[in-house]
């Protein structure tokens, strides 16, 4: 009776490091079928155990800087002199025509750009409990200086204030229930009406008459 769209979502979240959001979109992606995450074009080194299309797609400054020219990135970013990051769009475009959902994680410079260029686009913010828990979590990841947890700290307090900005937020204080909620955000919106593609409820005259048959049955 209605058939909705094959178009996939394009599904983009941002929060604070130590907000969880990488666990939380690693988890939904083995919760639900025909969701990915984007894989982002970088110019800086592999690191450790990372794998060259699946962690990010490593090429060169001049590769990149050419990908720029043509228009070729969703969003990108330069975080430092010669370490550029980027989302591919042909990617995007790609899995959502085949009906898959896509993931951006993305920071919220990101996510404004995307926001600029594509208005179908959902936007999740995933919000530490507290930054009391929040500065605990940095902590104890062990993986970041003093100085580098200051400086990621005083970042999450300019990025919460671009909540507002989102579609929606969810706090993380429990795994699973932050999960579950990030699962039924995508549901509403595969429910959304604009997602239908045809509407048939059939002829009324023809239904209305096989009701006046089944009576005269009885």
Known sequence: MIKTKNQGLLIVVSGPSGSGKSTLNQLLIKKRKNIVMSISDTTRKIRGEEVDGVDYNFISKEQFLENIDNNKYLEYANV???????????????????????????????????????????????????????????????????????????????????????????????????????DAIITCEKCRVDRIEEFDVGNKEEIMHEILMDFDKK
Not at 117 to 141: C, G, Y
Not at 165 to 174: G, H, P, T
């Open 80 to 182: 430092y002199a010669d370490t550029y990051y980027g989302t591919p769009e042909d990617f995007v475009n790609k899995q959502l025509s085949n009906g898959n959902d896509v993931i951006l994680e993305i920071d919220i410079e990101g996510a404004r750009k995307v926001n600029e260029k594509r208005k179908d686009a959902i936007f999740i913010f995933i919000m530490p409990p507290s930054m009391q828990i929040l500065k605990n979590r940095l902590v104890a990841r062990k993986t970041e200086t003093k100085e580098q947890v200051i400086e990621r700290f005083e970042t999450a307090y300019k990025e919460i204030n671009e909540v507002s900005k989102y579609n929606y937020v969810v706090v993380n204080d429990d795994l699973d229930e932050a999960l579950a909620k990030m």
